[in-house]
């Protein structure tokens, strides 16, 4: 009797893997052959799942970004307004190894993104949200007074969107690999400039 694959499950796996890889060799050490040895696998079992390199970076990135947005709807479930806001950000951040490694996977799609435009559509809709999620905790921490700065939200939602963005570049692109304790007080002094 023929075994039966989850091909679920053996996806995850190999996304998995791709993660565990960039995180120590980057983006261009992340093979199809160090991937698929990285599972388990033989490098032939790729092909059926991803056939290509950029395919299974695609999944990788909407891996991290399933993964962060789970992070925030628990941090977040009880919270409302600025302390909400903060938590949000504070699940973006790369305050960790493994949100570091994450990052570094982001970074690698969005330079693959650069030559597809379904990839730039695919993380335009993924930002779009985070932008969304961010107004939303904007306009709640208006209403209970914790937000009075006379900057229209998209504005205040932008710059929090590139500061976020930007941590990663740093945190990905630092030398010792290490996770930078300053992000955190960064945040916190920009928020405080909100009311």
């Known amino acids: 009797m023929p075994k039966i694959v989850d091909h679920d499950q053996r996806r995850l796996e190999l996304v998995e893997a791709t993660w565990r890889i960039i995180a120590r060799h980057g983006i261009e050490g992340a093979t199809m052959r160090e991937i698929a040895a990285e599972a388990g696998f033989s490098n032939g079992a790729l092909k059926p799942y991803f056939p290509t390199k950029d395919d299974l970076m695609a999944l990788a990135f909407e891996h991290v970004f399933n993964r962060t947005n789970e992070r925030i709807a628990e941090r977040?479930?009880?919270l409302a307004g600025i302390a909400a806001l903060h938590s949000f950000c504070l699940e973006v951040l790369p305050l960790s190894e493994d949100l570091v490694s994450e990052a570094r996977i982001v970074i690698g799609f969005?330079?693959?993104?650069?030559?597809?435009?379904?990839?730039?559509?695919?993380?335009?809709?993924?930002?779009?949200?985070?932008?969304?999620?961010?107004?939303?905790?904007?306009?709640?921490?208006?209403?209970?007074?914790?937000?009075?700065t006379p900057c229209p939200d998209a504005a205040i939602a932008g710059q929090l969107m590139s500061m976020l963005l930007g941590a990663q570049i740093r945190a990905a692109m630092a030398i010792d690999g290490g996770v930078s304790d300053d992000l955190a007080a960064e945040l916190d002094d920009y928020l405080a400039l909100l009311h």
């Open 110 to 148: 969005w330079q693959r993104a650069l030559g597809s435009d379904a990839r730039r559509s695919h993380h335009d809709e993924y930002m779009g949200r985070w932008t969304a999620t961010i107004l939303g905790h904007l306009a709640a921490a208006r209403e209970r007074g914790e937000v009075t």
């Open 76 to 78: 977040t479930r009880e």
